[in-house]
C-alpha cells in the first residue's frame, strides 16, 4: 500500500492513467501492510512560516505522481496486438462499469472529518488561525481534500491516511484529546499523523484500539499526560510510532514487546521511568530505538542484543547504569550509538571495534574510565566521535592515524597534554571540534585557522600567544570559545569579516586594548562574553538595533567613560560590572526592550536612582551595587514586575524604603521564567555566576539556576524610617539584607510571613523593641544577624529559631536574652510563642470560659444546697456591691 500527498489530474487521459495505476495495485495483498516512506528531517516550524514552507518541510510521502510516471511506458502500454486507442477505451468501460457507484469517500468517514474540523473551529481563539483544513467542506469528496488520503484501489475508497501535523498556527491555543473521538470512527486508517498540535490531556487509549490497521503512528510534540496506554500495544500492525515530546509518565509496560512488527519505536523528551523492559528484545525487526531525556535507570537489558536489525540506540540522558553490554558490538547494524548523559561505568567495550557501519558514538558525561582506545580511530565509517566529560584518559604517547574521516570530535576533559594533535589536521570535514578543559598547550596553531571548522572549543586550556588573523577570515566559523586560557595582544582588527560566527567566548584571558569596531558587523552573533580581560577604551561597536546579539558580558575590564548603550534591541543579558564606567545611568537603556539582566556593579555611577528604570518592565535581575547612587528608591519600582533579584548595596541611597518593594511580583511568587540562551545550543554553554552577599559571604550564583533565587539587598546606604511592613509580602525572598543602614522602629511581625526566606540580615541599625516571635514560623531561615540594634525581650524559641545560636548575631543590643546566647530572662518574661499558639490559646481560654462557667455555677449552687450552706443572706448595700463589681472586673 502507497500513501502520498494527493496531487490531481484533470482530463480523461490522466484518469486512465489512474486506472492502470489502480489496476496493478490490486494485485498487492491488503494485509501485507508494508510500505517505504520517505522522511523528512523534521524540525519546529516557526510561527512566521508561510503555508508553502510548511507544506515543504511536512512529511512527503510517495504519492500519486510517481506512480502514474512508473507505470507510463509499460508493458501493459506497449503490449503489441491490441491498438493503444482501442486499449484505453477498454479499460475506461471497465473503469465506469466496476467503480462508478463508488466515486467518492464513505460518507460516515467524511462526517468524522467534518466533526473534527467543527470541534477544532469551536477551539479556535481569535489570535489563531487553522492550517490546511480549507478545502474540507460537505460539497466536495473528501478524497480530494488536503491532507487526506483514500484507498483508490478499493471499490468504498476508504480513507487510509490523514496527515493533520500542525493544524493550529499560532499557539496558544487549547486543544484537548477529546477532540480526536471523531477519528477512531474511522477504522480503515493505516497513517496518522497528529503531530505538532500541543494536543493536552490523556491519550484516549480505548479510541485508537479502534484503529487496528495503523502502521504509522506519529503524536510528536503535544501536551499528552499520563501513562503509556496499553491499547496501544494491541495494534499488531505498527511498524512506526513516535511519542516523543509530551508529558508521558510512568514505567514502560512490558507489553510493549507485543508489536513484533514495529520498526520505530520514539519516545524522547518524556517522563518515563523505571528499568527499561527485558520485552523490548521481542521487538525483532526495530530499527530505531530512541528513548533520550527520560528517567529510565537500570542497566541496559541483556535482551536489546537480540535487535539484529537495529540501526539507532539513542540512551541519551537518562539515568541508565552499570556497564555497557560488552556484546554490544554484536549489533552489526548500528549506525547510531548515543548513550551520553547517564551513570555508565567501565571502561569502552572493546566489541564497538566491529562496527563497521558505526557513523556517531556519544558517549559523554557518564562515568566511564580507562584509556581512551586508538581502534575507535579505525573504526572508517565514524564521522561523530564524543568522549568528553567521563574519567577517560588519553594516552598521550600513542600516534593516532585516522582511517576515519571526522565531522564531530569530543575529547573534552580527557587528559590531553602538550600541543593539539597534529593529527587532527588530516580530518578535512571536520566541522566540530571540542578539546576543553584539558592541560593543552603552545600558541593557536595556523593550520587550525585554515581547516575552516564551524566550531572550536578549547576553553581551559593553558594555550597562550594571540589570535592568526587567518582564523577570522572563515566562512563556516559558527562558535568560538577560548576562555580561560592565557591568550594576550589585541584582538585581530579583521574579526567583524568572520560573519557566520554566533558564540565568541574570549573571557579570562589576558587580551587587551580596544574591541574592534568591526565585530558590530556579525549580524548573527548572539553571544558576546568578553569578561575578566585587561580590554581598555571608551568607545565601543555601535550595533545594528535589529542584530540578533542577546547576551553581552564585558564585566571585570578596564572599560571607561560612559555606559555604553550601542547595543542590539534584542539585547536581554548586559553585563558591565567591574569596569571604571561613570556618570550617570543613561535614559538609551528603555531602549532594549528585551532586557531581562543589567549587571553594573563595582563602577563609579552617579547620581540619583532613575526612575525610568521602572519603564525596562522586562528586568528580572538588577545589580547596581557598589557604585555611589544618590537619592530614594523611587515608588515606581514596583512596575517591575519580573524583578527577582535587586541589588543596590553600597551606594548612598537615603530616604525611606519604599513600600512599594512589597509590590514586586516577581519576589512574591518566583516563577521559572529566566531565559537560556544555552538551551539553543548542542553543548555546555557557562555563564559567569551572578556575583552577590549571600549569607554572610561573597557568592556566585550560577546563571543556570537563578530562577531559584528571589533577593533584596538594600545593605550599606543611609536609609531611615521604619522598616515597611509590606516587605512580607515577598513570599518568594530567599535573601532579605537590609543592614548597615539608619532604621529605626521595631521589625515587623509580617516578615515571619516570608516562608521561602533562608537570609535575613538586620544588624548595624537603630531598631528596637523586641525580635518578633513570628520569625519562629520561617522554617527554611538559615541565617539571622540582629547585632547592633536597641532590641530587647527574650529572643523566640521554636523552629529554626532554636539552631540560630551564634552570640555575634545578637551582639550589641540593649536587653535581649535567651537560650541562644545563654542568656537567662528575668522571671517576669514569659517564653515568648508563636502567634498562631497565642491565638488558638485565646480562643480556648474564652470558649473554656463561656462552657465551663453555667457548669460550674449550677454544681457550686448544688453542692451548696445539699450541705446546708445555702441560706438567705441580708442583701449588700449598694456601696460594697459596687467594690465586688470593680473586683470582678479587675
Not at 564524543?386 to 565531522?407: D, E, Q, R, T, Y
Request: glycine share 6%.
Amino acid at each position: 500500500m502507497f500513501f502520498g500527498y494527493r496531487r490531481r489530474f484533470h482530463g480523461p487521459l490522466n484518469l486512465i492513467h489512474g486506472l492502470q495505476v489502480s489496476i496493478n495495485l490490486m494485485a498487492i495483498t491488503f494485509e501485507d501492510h508494508s510500505f517505504s516512506l520517505l522522511f523528512r528531517r523534521r524540525r519546529i516550524p516557526s510561527q512566521d512560516d508561510s503555508k508553502m514552507e510548511r507544506n515543504r518541510n511536512r512529511t512527503r510521502l510517495t504519492g500519486w505522481f510517481g506512480y502514474l510516471q512508473r507505470f507510463q511506458g509499460t508493458e501493459c502500454t506497449q503490449r503489441k496486438g491490441i491498438p493503444t486507442m482501442a486499449k484505453l477505451s477498454l479499460l475506461l468501460g471497465y473503469f465506469i462499469f466496476f467503480f462508478s457507484a463508488s466515486w467518492g469517500c464513505p460518507d460516515d468517514q467524511k462526517q468524522a472529518l467534518l466533526q473534527l474540523k467543527s470541534s477544532l473551529f469551536s477551539n479556535l481563539s481569535s489570535d489563531s488561525s487553522m492550517s490546511g483544513l480549507e478545502t474540507w467542506n460537505s460539497t466536495s469528496d473528501c478524497c480530494h481534500w488536503d491532507r487526506v488520503i483514500c484507498n483508490s484501489r478499493s471499490t468504498s475508497k476508504p480513507v487510509i491516511a490523514l496527515h493533520l501535523d500542525s493544524i493550529v498556527n499560532p499557539l496558544p491555543m487549547v486543544v484537548t484529546s477529546t477532540v480526536l473521538m471523531p477519528l477512531f470512527r474511522i477504522r480503515s486508517l493505516m497513517l496518522l499523523d497528529i503531530s505538532y498540535n500541543y494536543i493536552q490531556g490523556e491519550i484516549p487509549g480505548n479510541g485508537f484500539a479502534n484503529l487496528s490497521k495503523l502502521v504509522h503512528l506519529d503524536m510528536w510534540l503535544n501536551s499528552f499526560r499520563g501513562s503509556f496506554p496499553p491499547q496501544l500495544f494491541q495494534l499488531r500492525y505498527l511498524q512506526y510510532l513516535d511519542l516523543s515530546n509530551n508529558l508521558l509518565n510512568g514505567a514502560l509496560s512490558p507489553k510493549v514487546g507485543s508489536l513484533q512488527n514495529l520498526k520505530t519505536l520514539k519516545l524522547e523528551e518524556n517522563f518515563l521511568a523505571g528499568n527499561i523492559p527485558k520485552e523490548i528484545g521481542n521487538l525483532t525487526k526495530l530499527q530505531q530505538l530512541s528513548l533520550r531525556s527520560n528517567q529510565f535507570s537500570g542497566a541496559i537489558p541483556y535482551s536489546i542484543l537480540y535487535l539484529k536489525d537495529l540501526e539507532v540506540l539513542d540512551l541519551t540522558n537518562n539515568s541508565v547504569s552499570m556497564e555497557i553490554p560488552l556484546e554490544i558490538g554484536n549489533l552489526s547494524n548500528i549506525s547510531t550509538l548515543a548513550l551520553s548523559k547517564n551513570k555508565f561505568t567501565g571502561g569502552i567495550p572493546s566489541s564497538i571495534q566491529n562496527l563497521s557501519k558505526l557513523e556517531t558514538l556519544r558517549l559523554e558525561n557518564n562515568m566511564l574510565s580507562g584509556e581512551i582506545p586508538s581502534w575507535l580511530f579505525d573504526i572508517k565509517a565514524l564521522k561523530n566521535l564524543f568522549l568528553g566529560g567521563n574519567n577517560l584518559n588519553w594516552n598521550n604517547n600513542v600516534k593516532i592515524a585516522p582511517k576515519c574521516m571526522l565531522s564531530q570530535l569530543s575529547l573534552r576533559s580527557c587528559g590531553l597534554a602538550g600541543k593539539i594533535p597534529g593529527w587532527i589536521s588530516t580530518q578535512k570535514r571536520l566541522d566540530f571540534l571540542d578539546l576543553s578543559d584539558n592541560n593543552l598547550e603552545g600558541t593557536f596553531p595556523r593550520w587550525l585557522a585554515e581547516m575552516e571548522v564551524g566550531s572550536i572549543i578549547l576553553s581551559d586550556n593553558k594555550l597562550t600567544g594571540s589570535l592568526p588573523p587567518r582564523l577570522f577570515q572563515s566562512l563556516n566559523l559558527s562558535i568560538l570559545a577560548l576562555s580561560r586560557n592565557n591568550f594576550s595582544g589585541e584582538l585581530p582588527k579583521n574579526i567583524g569579516d568572520a560573519t557566520e560566527i554566533m558564540i565568541l567566548m574570549l573571557a579570562g584571558n589576558n587580551f587587551s586594548g580596544p574591541i574592534p569596531t568591526s565585530i558590530s558587523k556579525i549580524y548573527r552573533l548572539l553571544l558576546l562574553d568578553l569578561s575578566s580581560n585587561r580590554f581598555s577604551g571608551n568607545t565601543f561597536p555601535i550595533f545594528d538595533p535589529d542584530a540578533l546579539l542577546a547576551y553581552i558580558d564585558f564585566s571585570s575590564n578596564d572599560f571607561s567613560g560612559e555606559i555604553p548603550v550601542t547595543f542590539s534591541q534584542e539585547t536581554k543579558i548586559l553585563a558591565l560590572g567591574n569596569n571604571k564606567f561613570s556618570g550617570s545611568l543613561p535614559r538609551n537603556l528603555t531602549n532594549l526592550r528585551q532586557l531581562e539582566h543589567l549587571d553594573l556593579h563595582d563602577n563609579k555611577i552617579n547620581h540619583e536612582f532613575p526612575k525610568f528604570l521602572s519603564q525596562i518592565s522586562t528586568l528580572q535581575v538588577l545589580n547596581l551595587r557598589n557604585n555611589t547612587l544618590q537619592g530614594s528608591i523611587p515608588d515606581t519600582i514596583s512596575n517591575l514586575t519580573n524583578l527577582q533579584i535587586l541589588d543596590v548595596s553600597s551606594n548612598n541611597l537615603s530616604g525611606s524604603i519604599t513600600a512599594e518593594l512589597g509590590n514586586l511580583v516577581g519576589m512574591i511568587e518566583t516563577p521559572n521564567t529566566f531565559s537560556s540562551i544555552s538551551d539553543m545550543f548542542t553543548f555546555s554553554i557557562e555563564f559567569n555566576d551572578l556575583i552577590v552577599n549571600w549569607k554572610k559571604s561573597i557568592r556566585g550564583l550560577s546563571s543556570h539556576s537563578l530562577d531559584i533565587y528571589s533577593l533584596l539587598d538594600l545593605s550599606k546606604n543611609h536609609l531611615s524610617g521604619e522598616i515597611p511592613a509590606s516587605l512580607g509580602d515577598l513570599r518568594g525572598l530567599k535573601l532579605l539584607n537590609i543592614s548597615y543602614n539608619r532604621l529605626s522602629g521595631q521589625i515587623p511581625a509580617s516578615l515571619g510571613d516570608l516562608d521561602s526566606l533562608e537570609s535575613l540580615d538586620l544588624s548595624h541599625n537603630k531598631l528596637s523593641g523586641p525580635i518578633p516571635r513570628t520569625l519562629a514560623k520561617l522554617q527554611e531561615l538559615t541565617t539571622l544577624d540582629v547585632s547592633n540594634n536597641k532590641l530587647v525581650g527574650q529572643i523566640p524559641e521554636g523552629g529554626q529559631m532554636n539552631t540560630m545560636n551564634d552570640p555575634n548575631y545578637y551582639a550589641n543590643n540593649s536587653g535581649l536574652c535567651g537560650m541562644q546566647i545563654q542568656v537567662p530572662c528575668p522571671k517576669e518574661l514569659s517564653p515568648p510563642e508563636l502567634q498562631e499558639a497565642e491565638t488558638k490559646e485565646s480562643w480556648f481560654s474564652w470558649e473554656g470560659a463561656a462552657i465551663g462557667f453555667p457548669l460550674g455555677l449550677f454544681s457550686s449552687i448544688t453542692i451548696l444546697f445539699l450541705t446546708g450552706y445555702f441560706i438567705r443572706a441580708p442583701p449588700p448595700n449598694r456601696y460594697s456591691l459596687r467594690i465586688r463589681q470593680r473586683r470582678q472586673r479587675v
